[in-house]
């Protein structure tokens, strides 16, 4: 089974990257980079794994090198079974509306909401290829894209990830009869570069849980597609 991540290169990107690995999938790991500094935590991954993990250059910002990544999956394995839209920044933190520069905003959408879209758009095809059961297009998106527990600040973070939800109801309404389980899922707060040294979780942790979504060792139901890693639904 082939899985796509986008912002494979560090965080929880990188966390399902190896425990995908470890559950012997073959990886498909975009980065925004391909500079050492960027891929140097892939690259040892791929030295342990070897032929088991591609890595694409996939700026999420530019539809032209996921376009590209995507036919060089086509030319190389003419499907892929799961994609994983994970990478996201998270800007302008507890900025105050009357603060906020609205270029942050764009910002936001271009990498949370638009990159998904980008990626959804050139890999749906190849998807649509695969033979697997466990086909799947999962959004990786926040607590803080939630309509009705929401809090002060992070605007653009919020607002982009309440549309990133806006997206995967849409396309699970799109794909329900081709079979592919659309799924926005919050992590849960974890210790990485975005989260902080205070999270509670961690990432290894969070990629575990997904992975079990993955695999079907969760079962997921209820009226959404906004659920929490270890599967239990959240409101959008
Ligand atoms: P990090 O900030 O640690 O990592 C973000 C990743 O996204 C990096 O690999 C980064 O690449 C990549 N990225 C950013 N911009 C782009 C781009 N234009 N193109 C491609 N890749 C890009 O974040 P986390 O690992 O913590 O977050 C992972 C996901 O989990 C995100 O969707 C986030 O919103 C979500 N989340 C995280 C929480 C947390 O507590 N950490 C809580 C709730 C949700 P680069 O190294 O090149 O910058």
Redesign the pocket.
Known sequence: MKILI??????????LAKEALEEGYHVIA????LNEA?TSNLTVLKENYNAKLDIFH?????EASIEKAAQQTKHQYGSVDVLI??????NERDKSIEELDLAAIQKAF???TL?PVRVIKHFLPLLRESSSEKRAILN?????GSLTHTYSGDYP?GMS?VSLNMLTEKLRVYLKEDKVKVLSI???????????EK?P?N?DQ?AKDIMKIINDKIKIEGRFAFINADGTEREI
Do not use: F, Q
């Open positions: 986008t912002g494979a290169n560090r965080g929880l990107g990188l966390s975009g980065t925004r980079s960027a996939m700026d999420v910002t530019e839209n994970n990478a996201a920044i998270l271009d990498v949370n990159g990786i998106s926040s607590e803080a973070y990830k919050h992590p849960g707060w974890m210790k990485t570069d975005m989260g902080g999270a979780t990432p969070a």
